[in-house]
């Protein structure tokens, strides 16, 4: 299984236009880091709120994730 950490990884990439360079980033550093590498779309977005927006879009793709890896491929298709 895929930690929560792998997830937040993931979703920084839709709003950074590097992906989060290291899983084990502390939340200080993940701010340092996105402030340097915001996409141009959300370059008006305070720092918490783009971070809350990543955390956001990690959770939905852990769930997404575990239903897939617990219920399989079918279950996306009821």
Same mark, same amino acid.
């Given at each position: 299984?895929?930690?929560?950490?792998?997830? /937040? /990884? %993931?979703?920084? $990439?839709?709003?950074?236009? +590097?992906?989060?360079?290291?899983?084990?980033?502390?939340? #200080?550093?993940?701010?340092?880091?996105?402030?340097?590498? /915001?996409? +141009?779309?959300?370059?008006? *977005?305070?720092?918490? #709120?783009?971070? %809350?927006?990543?955390? *956001?879009?990690?959770?939905?793709?852990? #769930?997404?994730?575990?239903? $897939?890896?617990?219920? $399989? /491929? $079918?279950?996306? *298709?009821?």
């Amino acid at each position: 299984m895929k930690t929560f950490e792998y997830f /937040v /990884v %993931q979703a920084s $990439g839709e709003f950074l236009t +590097e992906h989060f360079p290291s899983e084990d980033m502390s939340e #200080d550093e993940m701010l340092e880091y996105l402030i340097g590498t /915001v996409c +141009e779309d959300y370059e008006y *977005n305070l720092p918490d #709120d783009l971070l %809350q927006k990543i955390y *956001n879009l990690a959770y939905t793709l852990e #769930d997404l994730y575990n239903i $897939g890896y617990n219920e $399989g /491929v $079918g279950s996306f *298709n009821k």
